[in-house]
Protein backbone atom coordinates (compact mmCIF):
# COMPACT_ATOMS: atom_id res chain seq x y z
CA UNK A 1 0.00 0.00 0.00
CA UNK A 2 1.51 3.78 -0.74
CA UNK A 3 1.16 6.35 1.66
CA UNK A 4 -0.88 9.08 1.22
CA UNK A 5 1.11 12.05 0.27
CA UNK A 6 0.16 15.36 -0.83
CA UNK A 7 2.40 18.19 -2.04
CA UNK A 8 0.12 21.01 -2.58
CA UNK A 9 0.03 23.61 -4.23
CA UNK A 10 3.36 23.47 -6.03
CA UNK A 11 4.04 26.79 -6.65
CA UNK A 12 6.96 29.63 -7.29
CA UNK A 13 6.44 30.97 -3.73
CA UNK A 14 7.90 29.71 -1.29
CA UNK A 15 5.67 30.24 1.83
CA UNK A 16 3.06 28.63 -0.09
CA UNK A 17 4.85 25.16 -0.21
CA UNK A 18 3.12 22.71 1.84
CA UNK A 19 3.12 19.05 2.39
CA UNK A 20 1.04 16.35 3.94
CA UNK A 21 2.09 13.05 4.58
CA UNK A 22 1.37 11.14 8.36
CA UNK A 23 4.18 9.47 10.15
CA UNK A 24 2.05 7.43 11.20
CA UNK A 25 1.04 5.85 8.50
CA UNK A 26 2.60 2.36 8.34
CA UNK A 27 3.30 2.93 4.39
CA UNK A 28 4.49 6.21 5.15
CA UNK A 29 7.60 5.44 7.92
CA UNK A 30 8.29 1.57 6.20
CA UNK A 31 9.33 3.55 3.15
CA UNK A 32 9.90 7.64 3.67
CA UNK A 33 12.29 7.75 0.73
CA UNK A 34 9.02 7.69 -1.89
CA UNK A 35 8.12 11.26 -0.10
CA UNK A 36 11.91 12.07 -0.17
CA UNK A 37 12.04 11.35 -3.60
CA UNK A 38 9.03 14.48 -4.24
CA UNK A 39 10.21 16.58 -2.20
CA UNK A 40 14.17 16.82 -3.74
CA UNK A 41 12.04 16.34 -7.38
CA UNK A 42 9.32 19.30 -6.28
CA UNK A 43 9.62 21.12 -3.46
CA UNK A 44 12.83 20.35 -0.98
CA UNK A 45 11.31 23.51 1.34
CA UNK A 46 7.89 23.16 2.73
CA UNK A 47 5.61 23.31 5.83
CA UNK A 48 4.87 20.18 6.96
CA UNK A 49 1.18 20.32 7.82
CA UNK A 50 0.82 16.77 10.49
CA UNK A 51 4.22 18.76 12.54
CA UNK A 52 2.58 22.41 11.88
CA UNK A 53 6.42 23.66 10.88
CA UNK A 54 8.74 24.16 7.76
CA UNK A 55 10.72 21.08 6.74
CA UNK A 56 14.47 20.96 4.83
CA UNK A 57 15.14 18.07 3.03
CA UNK A 58 18.07 19.05 0.65
CA UNK A 59 21.30 18.27 1.74
CA UNK A 60 22.52 21.93 1.19
CA UNK A 61 20.36 23.19 3.23
CA UNK A 62 20.05 20.58 5.80
CA UNK A 63 24.34 20.78 6.93
CA UNK A 64 23.94 24.75 6.29
CA UNK A 65 21.03 24.76 8.88
CA UNK A 66 23.00 22.58 11.70
CA UNK A 67 25.79 25.24 11.39
CA UNK A 68 23.55 27.82 11.38
CA UNK A 69 24.09 29.73 14.40
CA UNK A 70 20.74 31.59 13.85
CA UNK A 71 19.13 28.30 15.20
CA UNK A 72 19.48 26.14 18.23
CA UNK A 73 18.01 23.03 20.11
CA UNK A 74 16.95 25.25 23.34
CA UNK A 75 14.74 28.44 23.33
CA UNK A 76 14.02 29.21 26.73
CA UNK A 77 17.83 31.06 27.30
CA UNK A 78 16.60 33.46 24.72
CA UNK A 79 12.39 33.42 25.74
CA UNK A 80 10.08 32.78 27.96
CA UNK A 81 7.77 30.57 28.21
CA UNK A 82 4.49 32.41 28.29
CA UNK A 83 6.65 35.41 25.25
CA UNK A 84 6.16 31.86 23.04
CA UNK A 85 2.94 30.89 24.22
CA UNK A 86 4.53 27.23 24.96
CA UNK A 87 2.60 25.61 27.76
CA UNK A 88 3.85 24.73 31.19
CA UNK A 89 5.70 21.86 31.90
CA UNK A 90 3.63 18.78 32.81
CA UNK A 91 3.69 17.52 36.41
CA UNK A 92 3.32 13.83 35.04
CA UNK A 93 6.21 13.85 32.96
CA UNK A 94 8.78 15.76 35.50
CA UNK A 95 10.73 12.59 35.85
CA UNK A 96 11.20 12.71 32.30
CA UNK A 97 11.66 16.67 31.83
CA UNK A 98 14.73 15.99 34.60
CA UNK A 99 16.53 13.86 33.17
CA UNK A 100 16.24 16.09 29.61
CA UNK A 101 17.40 19.34 32.04
CA UNK A 102 20.83 19.24 31.59
CA UNK A 103 21.21 16.97 28.17
CA UNK A 104 23.87 18.04 25.86
CA UNK A 105 21.36 17.72 23.34
CA UNK A 106 18.90 20.64 24.91
CA UNK A 107 21.61 22.63 25.71
CA UNK A 108 23.28 26.05 23.65
CA UNK A 109 26.35 28.22 24.67
CA UNK A 110 27.70 28.47 27.09
CA UNK A 111 26.22 25.90 29.01
CA UNK A 112 26.67 23.32 26.22
CA UNK A 113 30.57 23.84 25.48
CA UNK A 114 31.11 23.65 29.45
CA UNK A 115 29.52 20.18 29.34
CA UNK A 116 30.66 18.83 26.39
CA UNK A 117 34.38 20.07 26.81
CA UNK A 118 34.05 18.42 30.55
CA UNK A 119 32.75 14.97 28.68
CA UNK A 120 34.56 15.40 25.24
CA UNK A 121 38.09 13.85 26.17
CA UNK A 122 36.26 9.96 26.78
CA UNK A 123 35.46 9.61 23.15
CA UNK A 124 37.90 11.22 20.90
CA UNK A 125 39.01 8.96 17.93
CA UNK A 126 42.13 7.53 19.68
CA UNK A 127 40.44 7.08 23.27
CA UNK A 128 37.89 5.04 21.54
CA UNK A 129 40.29 3.07 19.69
CA UNK A 130 41.56 1.30 22.18
CA UNK A 131 38.03 -0.40 22.68
CA UNK A 132 38.46 -2.45 19.42
CA UNK A 133 39.55 -5.64 21.12
CA UNK A 134 36.74 -5.74 23.52
CA UNK A 135 34.63 -4.90 20.64
CA UNK A 136 35.55 -7.90 18.49
CA UNK A 137 35.53 -10.18 21.64
CA UNK A 138 31.98 -9.20 22.08
CA UNK A 139 30.96 -10.03 18.44
CA UNK A 140 32.43 -12.41 18.03
CA UNK A 141 30.98 -14.18 21.74
CA UNK A 142 26.99 -12.82 20.11
CA UNK A 143 27.87 -15.12 17.30
CA UNK A 144 28.80 -18.21 19.09
CA UNK A 145 26.00 -17.74 21.21
CA UNK A 146 23.30 -18.19 18.21
CA UNK A 147 25.39 -19.76 15.35
CA UNK A 148 24.16 -23.09 16.33
CA UNK A 149 20.54 -22.25 15.60
CA UNK A 150 18.82 -22.41 12.51
CA UNK A 151 17.56 -18.43 11.98
CA UNK A 152 17.65 -15.85 14.63
CA UNK A 153 16.24 -12.13 14.82
CA UNK A 154 19.13 -9.98 14.55
CA UNK A 155 18.55 -6.91 15.82
CA UNK A 156 17.52 -9.19 19.43
CA UNK A 157 20.47 -11.64 19.12
CA UNK A 158 23.41 -9.33 17.92
CA UNK A 159 22.88 -5.67 16.65
CA UNK A 160 21.06 -4.61 20.06
CA UNK A 161 23.48 -5.76 22.82
CA UNK A 162 27.08 -4.66 21.23
CA UNK A 163 26.64 -1.25 21.57
CA UNK A 164 24.50 -0.83 24.84
CA UNK A 165 27.22 -3.28 26.69
CA UNK A 166 29.80 -1.43 25.59
CA UNK A 167 28.70 2.05 25.87
CA UNK A 168 27.31 0.84 29.76
CA UNK A 169 30.95 -0.79 30.41
CA UNK A 170 32.18 2.78 29.44
CA UNK A 171 30.10 4.71 31.82
CA UNK A 172 30.98 1.94 35.00
CA UNK A 173 28.33 -0.04 35.02
CA UNK A 174 27.87 -4.00 34.86
CA UNK A 175 27.42 -5.81 31.37
CA UNK A 176 24.65 -7.44 32.82
CA UNK A 177 22.68 -4.11 33.44
CA UNK A 178 22.38 -3.37 29.70
CA UNK A 179 19.16 -5.61 29.08
CA UNK A 180 17.50 -3.16 32.13
CA UNK A 181 19.10 -0.07 30.40
CA UNK A 182 17.88 -0.90 26.77
CA UNK A 183 14.12 -1.41 28.40
CA UNK A 184 14.44 2.02 30.02
CA UNK A 185 15.93 3.29 27.36
CA UNK A 186 13.08 2.15 24.50
CA UNK A 187 10.53 3.43 26.57
CA UNK A 188 12.49 6.79 26.92
CA UNK A 189 13.15 7.05 23.49
CA UNK A 190 8.76 6.29 22.79
CA UNK A 191 8.67 9.88 24.04
CA UNK A 192 9.89 11.03 20.40
CA UNK A 193 6.78 9.66 18.62
CA UNK A 194 4.56 11.49 16.56
CA UNK A 195 1.03 11.88 18.20
CA UNK A 196 2.60 10.26 21.57
CA UNK A 197 -0.38 9.29 24.19
CA UNK A 198 -0.65 9.66 27.67
CA UNK A 199 0.30 6.32 28.44
CA UNK A 200 3.45 6.62 26.86
CA UNK A 201 4.09 9.71 28.77
CA UNK A 202 3.16 8.16 32.24
CA UNK A 203 5.47 4.76 30.80
CA UNK A 204 8.17 6.80 29.88
CA UNK A 205 8.45 9.14 32.79
CA UNK A 206 8.23 5.60 35.21
CA UNK A 207 11.60 4.71 33.18
CA UNK A 208 13.24 8.08 33.25
CA UNK A 209 12.62 7.94 37.07
CA UNK A 210 13.94 4.34 37.48
CA UNK A 211 16.68 4.98 35.64
CA UNK A 212 17.81 7.90 37.74
CA UNK A 213 16.71 6.04 40.80
CA UNK A 214 19.54 2.82 39.71
CA UNK A 215 22.19 5.87 38.62
CA UNK A 216 21.60 8.17 41.91
CA UNK A 217 22.59 4.95 43.70
CA UNK A 218 25.77 3.87 41.73
CA UNK A 219 26.58 7.65 42.01
CA UNK A 220 26.89 7.11 45.43
CA UNK A 221 28.94 4.18 45.09
CA UNK A 222 31.29 6.22 42.87
CA UNK A 223 31.51 9.27 45.04
CA UNK A 224 32.73 6.94 48.04
CA UNK A 225 35.21 4.70 45.63
CA UNK A 226 36.04 6.26 42.30
CA UNK A 227 37.13 3.70 40.01
CA UNK A 228 38.44 3.92 36.00
CA UNK A 229 35.34 4.62 34.13
CA UNK A 230 33.10 7.46 32.84
CA UNK A 231 31.02 8.20 36.07
CA UNK A 232 33.59 8.99 38.48
CA UNK A 233 35.60 10.81 35.80
CA UNK A 234 32.68 12.59 35.26
CA UNK A 235 32.04 13.39 39.19
CA UNK A 236 35.80 14.30 39.46
CA UNK A 237 36.38 16.07 36.52
CA UNK A 238 37.87 19.96 37.77
CA UNK A 239 38.52 22.81 35.22
CA UNK A 240 39.61 25.61 36.87
CA UNK A 241 37.54 24.82 39.95
CA UNK A 242 34.13 23.99 37.91
CA UNK A 243 32.67 20.70 38.32
CA UNK A 244 29.85 19.00 36.98
CA UNK A 245 26.85 18.61 39.68
CA UNK A 246 24.90 14.81 40.53
CA UNK A 247 21.97 16.24 38.20
CA UNK A 248 24.47 17.29 35.43
CA UNK A 249 26.54 13.93 35.51
CA UNK A 250 23.11 11.78 35.68
CA UNK A 251 21.68 13.64 32.51
CA UNK A 252 24.76 12.97 30.96
CA UNK A 253 24.92 9.06 31.90
CA UNK A 254 21.70 9.12 30.61
CA UNK A 255 21.79 10.54 27.21
CA UNK A 256 25.19 8.98 26.71
CA UNK A 257 23.01 5.55 27.61
CA UNK A 258 20.35 6.19 25.42
CA UNK A 259 22.33 7.92 22.39
CA UNK A 260 24.76 5.78 22.51
CA UNK A 261 23.13 2.57 21.94
CA UNK A 262 19.59 3.17 19.87
CA UNK A 263 21.49 4.77 16.67
CA UNK A 264 23.94 2.05 16.25
CA UNK A 265 21.63 -0.76 16.93
CA UNK A 266 19.36 0.86 13.81
CA UNK A 267 22.17 1.11 11.64
CA UNK A 268 23.33 -2.47 12.11
CA UNK A 269 20.22 -3.87 11.08
CA UNK A 270 19.36 -1.63 8.16
CA UNK A 271 22.78 -2.00 7.45
CA UNK A 272 22.94 -5.72 7.35
CA UNK A 273 19.56 -5.42 5.32
CA UNK A 274 21.17 -2.65 3.17
CA UNK A 275 23.87 -5.11 2.11
CA UNK A 276 22.30 -8.54 1.62
CA UNK A 277 19.47 -7.21 -0.20
CA UNK A 278 22.36 -5.51 -2.72
CA UNK A 279 23.50 -8.86 -3.80
CA UNK A 280 26.42 -7.30 -3.53
CA UNK A 281 29.05 -10.08 -2.28
CA UNK A 282 30.21 -9.03 1.40
CA UNK A 283 33.83 -10.45 1.15
CA UNK A 284 34.41 -7.16 -1.43
CA UNK A 285 32.65 -4.90 1.13
CA UNK A 286 35.17 -5.76 4.49
CA UNK A 287 38.33 -6.64 2.11
CA UNK A 288 40.61 -3.59 3.89
CA UNK A 289 39.94 -1.55 6.64
CA UNK A 290 39.81 1.63 4.05
CA UNK A 291 36.56 -0.50 2.40
CA UNK A 292 35.04 -1.44 5.58
CA UNK A 293 34.94 2.34 6.56
CA UNK A 294 33.66 3.25 3.15
CA UNK A 295 31.01 0.03 3.36
CA UNK A 296 30.37 1.43 6.93
CA UNK A 297 29.72 5.18 5.83
CA UNK A 298 27.25 3.97 2.98
CA UNK A 299 25.10 2.05 5.77
CA UNK A 300 24.88 5.38 7.26
CA UNK A 301 24.11 7.36 4.40
CA UNK A 302 21.59 4.48 2.31
CA UNK A 303 19.46 3.64 5.31
CA UNK A 304 19.87 7.07 8.46
CA UNK A 305 18.73 5.69 11.45
CA UNK A 306 17.73 9.04 12.64
CA UNK A 307 15.56 10.70 10.29
CA UNK A 308 14.62 14.14 11.51
CA UNK A 309 15.64 16.51 14.24
CA UNK A 310 13.75 20.24 14.91
CA UNK A 311 16.06 23.42 15.62
CA UNK A 312 14.27 27.19 16.65
CA UNK A 313 14.99 30.32 15.01
CA UNK A 314 16.58 31.74 18.11
CA UNK A 315 15.71 35.12 16.61
CA UNK A 316 12.85 36.56 13.97
CA UNK A 317 15.07 35.78 10.63
CA UNK A 318 14.56 34.97 7.32
CA UNK A 319 16.08 31.94 5.09
CA UNK A 320 15.19 30.38 1.52
CA UNK A 321 12.25 33.19 1.49
CA UNK A 322 10.67 31.45 4.44
CA UNK A 323 10.44 34.02 7.26
CA UNK A 324 10.71 32.81 10.44
CA UNK A 325 9.48 34.19 13.81
CA UNK A 326 11.81 33.61 17.01
CA UNK A 327 10.93 30.21 18.40
CA UNK A 328 9.23 29.04 15.57
CA UNK A 329 10.27 25.38 14.55
CA UNK A 330 11.98 23.95 11.50
CA UNK A 331 12.64 20.15 10.77
CA UNK A 332 16.18 18.86 9.26
CA UNK A 333 15.42 15.84 7.38
CA UNK A 334 18.93 14.16 7.77
CA UNK A 335 17.22 10.98 6.22
CA UNK A 336 16.61 13.16 3.09
CA UNK A 337 19.59 15.39 2.66
CA UNK A 338 21.62 11.58 2.38
CA UNK A 339 19.44 10.74 -0.64
CA UNK A 340 19.86 14.14 -2.53
CA UNK A 341 20.11 13.66 -6.06
CA UNK A 342 22.22 16.80 -6.05
CA UNK A 343 24.43 15.64 -3.70
CA UNK A 344 25.13 12.11 -4.57
CA UNK A 345 25.11 10.24 -7.79
CA UNK A 346 22.47 7.71 -8.21
CA UNK A 347 21.52 8.65 -4.54
CA UNK A 348 18.92 6.04 -4.47
CA UNK A 349 21.05 3.16 -5.01
CA UNK A 350 23.17 1.18 -2.37
CA UNK A 351 27.20 1.91 -3.55
CA UNK A 352 29.82 1.26 -1.10
CA UNK A 353 32.81 1.57 -3.23
CA UNK A 354 30.94 5.30 -4.20
CA UNK A 355 33.70 8.08 -3.22
CA UNK A 356 30.82 10.84 -2.58
CA UNK A 357 29.27 8.66 0.60
CA UNK A 358 30.06 11.37 3.04
CA UNK A 359 26.39 12.04 4.82
CA UNK A 360 24.78 13.98 7.59
CA UNK A 361 23.96 11.08 9.75
CA UNK A 362 25.72 12.46 12.74
CA UNK A 363 24.67 15.36 12.45
CA UNK A 364 27.00 18.64 12.10
CA UNK A 365 28.13 21.82 13.73
CA UNK A 366 28.04 22.08 17.52
CA UNK A 367 26.27 19.10 18.53
CA UNK A 368 27.35 16.64 15.92
CA UNK A 369 27.50 13.35 17.56
CA UNK A 370 30.16 13.52 19.97
CA UNK A 371 29.92 9.10 19.81
CA UNK A 372 30.12 9.30 16.10
CA UNK A 373 34.00 7.49 15.83
CA UNK A 374 32.79 5.31 18.83
CA UNK A 375 29.67 4.50 16.65
CA UNK A 376 31.64 3.69 13.29
CA UNK A 377 34.16 1.11 15.59
CA UNK A 378 31.60 -0.58 16.58
CA UNK A 379 29.68 -0.64 13.10
CA UNK A 380 33.04 -1.90 11.69
CA UNK A 381 33.65 -4.47 13.70
CA UNK A 382 29.64 -5.79 13.52
CA UNK A 383 29.56 -5.91 10.20
CA UNK A 384 33.42 -7.35 9.48
CA UNK A 385 32.94 -9.92 12.01
CA UNK A 386 28.96 -11.11 11.37
CA UNK A 387 30.05 -11.73 7.34
CA UNK A 388 33.58 -12.54 8.29
CA UNK A 389 32.30 -15.69 10.71
CA UNK A 390 28.45 -16.21 8.61
CA UNK A 391 29.36 -15.99 5.34
CA UNK A 392 25.88 -17.45 4.30
CA UNK A 393 24.23 -14.81 5.83
CA UNK A 394 20.74 -14.14 4.24
CA UNK A 395 17.29 -13.01 5.16
CA UNK A 396 14.72 -15.15 6.33
CA UNK A 397 11.55 -13.39 5.90
CA UNK A 398 10.66 -9.66 5.00
CA UNK A 399 11.31 -7.03 7.82
CA UNK A 400 9.15 -3.95 8.99
CA UNK A 401 10.41 -0.95 10.81
CA UNK A 402 8.91 0.43 13.85
CA UNK A 403 6.71 2.61 14.13
CA UNK A 404 8.67 5.44 15.10
CA UNK A 405 9.44 7.45 12.31
CA UNK A 406 12.41 9.44 13.82
CA UNK A 407 14.12 6.46 14.83
CA UNK A 408 14.30 4.75 11.33
CA UNK A 409 15.19 0.98 12.59
CA UNK A 410 13.76 -2.66 12.12
CA UNK A 411 11.63 -4.39 14.82
CA UNK A 412 13.00 -7.31 14.17
CA UNK A 413 15.67 -8.97 11.22
CA UNK A 414 15.28 -12.68 10.96
CA UNK A 415 18.29 -14.46 9.23
CA UNK A 416 19.83 -17.83 8.40
CA UNK A 417 23.55 -19.32 7.28
CA UNK A 418 22.92 -22.65 6.33
C1 LIG B 1 25.14 5.18 14.23
C2 LIG B 1 25.13 5.70 15.43
C3 LIG B 1 24.80 7.12 15.77
C4 LIG B 1 24.17 8.08 15.01
C5 LIG B 1 23.66 7.98 13.58
C6 LIG B 1 24.11 9.28 15.83
C7 LIG B 1 23.57 10.48 15.39
C8 LIG B 1 23.58 11.66 16.12
C9 LIG B 1 23.11 12.93 15.63
C10 LIG B 1 22.48 13.19 14.27
C11 LIG B 1 23.33 13.86 16.62
C12 LIG B 1 23.04 15.36 16.54
C13 LIG B 1 21.61 15.72 16.76
C14 LIG B 1 21.33 17.17 16.46
O1 LIG B 1 22.16 17.87 15.90
O2 LIG B 1 20.23 17.64 16.78
C15 LIG B 1 23.92 13.15 17.73
C16 LIG B 1 24.27 13.75 18.91
C17 LIG B 1 24.76 13.04 19.98
N1 LIG B 1 25.14 11.71 20.01
FE1 LIG B 1 24.99 10.39 18.51
N2 LIG B 1 24.67 9.02 17.04
C18 LIG B 1 25.11 7.72 17.05
C19 LIG B 1 25.78 7.07 18.06
C20 LIG B 1 26.11 7.64 19.26
C21 LIG B 1 26.88 7.01 20.30
C22 LIG B 1 27.52 5.62 20.21
C23 LIG B 1 26.94 7.90 21.34
C24 LIG B 1 27.60 7.81 22.69
C25 LIG B 1 28.41 6.95 23.07
C26 LIG B 1 26.23 9.10 20.94
C27 LIG B 1 26.07 10.22 21.72
C28 LIG B 1 25.59 11.42 21.27
C29 LIG B 1 25.52 12.62 22.10
C30 LIG B 1 25.92 12.72 23.56
C31 LIG B 1 25.01 13.63 21.29
C32 LIG B 1 24.75 15.08 21.68
C33 LIG B 1 25.93 15.92 21.31
C34 LIG B 1 25.70 17.39 21.58
O3 LIG B 1 24.55 17.83 21.65
O4 LIG B 1 26.71 18.10 21.70
N3 LIG B 1 25.75 8.90 19.67
N4 LIG B 1 24.08 11.81 17.40
Redesign the pocket.
Known sequence: MAAIIQLKPITDVPSQRRASADPRDPAFFQNPYAFYDRLHAESPVFFWEQYGHWCFASFKDVSAL?RDKRFG?EILHVATREELGMPAPQPHTAAFDLTEQHS??NLEPPA?TRL?TLVNRA?VSRHVEQLRPRIIRLANEMIDSFEGEECVDLIKAFAAPI?AII?AEMIGLPAESAPQLLAWSNRMVAMYMFGVSRATELDANQAAQDFMDFLAATIAERRKQPREDLLSHMLTSDRGGDRLSDAEVMSTAI??LN??HE??VH?TGNGVKAILESGIDPVTLFSTPEQTEATVEEC?RFD???HL?TRYALSDLDYAGISLRKGDVVGLM?GAANRDPLRFADANRFDPFRGDGANV???AG???????P??RI??QVAFSELFRRLPKLRLAEASRYNDVYHFHGLEKLMVRWD
Open positions: LRLLHRFPILLAGATTLAPLFLSFGIHFCIGALAEL
